[in-house]
């Protein structure tokens, strides 16, 4: 049998900045081997050089559009290390914080599927919509993308007045959204033939692997760090974890869908149950965290994010471990390509919602 | 639902849409508001004051050229200098050091604002920091003390029973 290689990336040609070697027979897939690392930027090292808080714009960047949950993991472990305990206002203003950067994922996530799949209305429905999102998340902190707004010790400022009548407003809106996307995406019966049974993952398989995230729950296993491990004060509020049995393409967009339901049920009640009192410790000087080790992971947009941290007592870390979700994800390519077409190679791969930027840190 | 009835559906919903009002605002003729005067930090309870985080605007009086600014800023974009302005004499800033940003490098985090203790740099929301050459980029302390011209933004986000829109 000869077999022909093809290498898919990395400069964008529908597979991020990242590259799959694709072996073919004929028009079939039969190997396809991930090769991260085209956009690593060390920012683990970089760590190691800065103090605690220029680290946060840094931390940002591997995924700027869900600034707030990687930096949710991040002041976890910083506040685990120096043992601070975060007013609760400051914790329910980092949870809405967390839940709109999941809905802004989410949505960035829909828009790139639909354009992969050829349906471009899918491509400028959610990008419009993510503005919504990107308003009230902009009136609090005040950016746009990057939002830099978590700190050790709570949140940079106190939400002005207004944000909760215009989240409100926003949540109202985007749930009859959402029927519209369920009609045009989700149930359009050409997107359900192009992609239902399509890089299936059993439930064994994504337990053997290690998945996690949204790709984890479109498998059938309900694991969610904000369920199992609650931090913050996700355990005082009210939601479901969707999950799929699938496990095929179809089913990790049906679950992201579902996902954003949740998020603004839990963006309605924290506004809702929001006690008023400080949002941060008034921490002087320089942060200076006592020598120690710790381990925080939060429930990011993508999967379950860990920040391994050790301090020397310094006023920089000594090493920073980040354990992202796509890194974990990414064993799931070579498994869920094998024996499609590669004209299923897009769709199949974005329905796994792999961000090399992430993945490569 | 049958696969043509299912079809029917998608189509419809789409074309709904030709009769709703357009979401897009479109930029240089239509601008969005920004309320509020930009992002403020206040030393004494240690917390920030909500706004849009846009240019910076210096207050050359308050500056004492501590460049606690620089400090912060070096391991995040560089781009904050000090320089040196022998013909300003302010009182309390006696060796006249004054920061200048580099717009090109800066990533609007407003960490050099947290870390003034003076309350001599805040951020605006002037957001319209463009030029054709990256000379016009960099900006001496006199050019971040010129308060920024307020942006004549009319349009915002509006919920209606035609869909959200700008208006």
Not at chain 1, 294 to 317: D, K
Not at chain 2, 37 to 59: C, F, M, S, T, W
């Amino acid at each position: 049998m000869s077999t022909l290689s093809i290498s898919v990336g990395p400069q964008h040609p529908g597979s991020g900045h990242f590259r799959i070697m694709v072996k073919l027979d004929g028009d079939r897939i039969v190997e396809a081997l991930p090769d991260p690392g085209y956009v690593h930027r060390g920012e683990e090292k970089l760590a190691e050089y800065r103090n605690y808080i220029q680290n946060i714009p840094h931390f940002e960047r591997p995924i700027v559009h869900d600034s707030s949950n990687i930096l949710f993991a991040y002041v976890s472990a910083v506040e685990d290390l120096m043992k601070l305990e975060v007013p609760e206002r400051g914790q329910y203003i980092r949870v809405v914080m967390a839940e709109l950067n999941r809905i802004i994922a989410h949505l960035y996530y829909m828009a790139i599927y639909g354009i992969f799949v050829g349906h471009s209305t899918m491509f400028m429905w959610p990008m419009g919509d993510r503005e919504l999102f990107i308003d009230v998340a902009q009136m609090i902190s005040g950016q746009r993308v990057t939002f830099a707004f978590l700190l050790p010790g709570g949140v940079r400022n106190d939400m002005p007045e207004g944000v909760k009548e215009r989240a409100e407003k926003a949540c109202d809106y985007f749930e009859k959204r959402l029927v519209e996307y369920e009609k045009i995406f989700i149930n359009n019966p050409l997107f359900e033939r192009r992609t239902r049974g399509m890089g299936v993952l059993t439930k064994q398989d994504a337990i053997r692997l290690g998945v996690v995230g949204p790709t984890l729950r479109a498998s059938g296993v309900k694991a969610d760090l904000r369920k199992d491990e609650p931090y913050a004060v996700y355990d005082k509020l009210d939601f479901d974890i969707p999950v799929s049995q699938d496990g095929d393409s179809w089913a990790r967009a049906w679950v992201h869908m579902e996902e954003m339901r949740q998020s603004m049920a839990i963006i309605r009640q924290a506004l809702k149950d929001m006690p008023s009192g400080p949002v941060k410790l008034n921490l002087r000087g320089q942060i200076r965290a006592p020598s120690g080790e710790t381990f925080a992971r939060t429930e990011a947009s993508r999967g379950a994010l860990s920040f391994y941290l050790v301090s020397n007592g310094g006023m920089m870390p000594y090493r920073v471990r980040l354990i992202t979700p796509s890194f974990r994800n990414m064993i799931a390519i070579p498994h869920i390509l094998k024996g499609l077409l590669l004209a299923d190679l897009p769709p199949a791969f974005w329905g796994l919602d792999y961000w090399p930027v992430e993945a490569d840190r | 639902m049958s696969f043509v009835n299912r079809l029917f559906s998608a189509i419809n919903s789409g074309t709904k849409h030709l009769f709703k009002r357009r979401f897009t605002l479109r930029y240089p003729d239509q601008k969005f508001i920004l309320e509020g005067e930009g992002y403020q930090y206040d030393p004494k309870n240690g917390v920030g004051i909500a706004g849009y985080r846009g240019r910076h605007i210096l207050y050359l009086e308050r500056c004492t050229g501590c460049s606690l600014c620089f400090m912060m800023c070096k391991g995040i974009s560089l781009a904050i200098e000090m320089i040196n302005l022998p013909d300003k004499q302010i009182s309390v800033n006696k060796k006249s050091n004054f920061p200048q940003i580099d717009y090109s490098k800066c990533v609007y985090c407003g960490f050099c604002v947290d870390a003034c203790p003076f309350r001599a740099l805040f951020e605006t929301n002037d957001y319209e920091v463009v030029s054709y050459d990256r000379e016009s980029l960099l900006f001496t302390p006199e050019q971040l003390a010129v308060p920024p011209k307020k942006p004549k933004g009319t349009h915002d986000l509006k919920y209606g029973s035609r869909g959200a829109y700008h208006a």
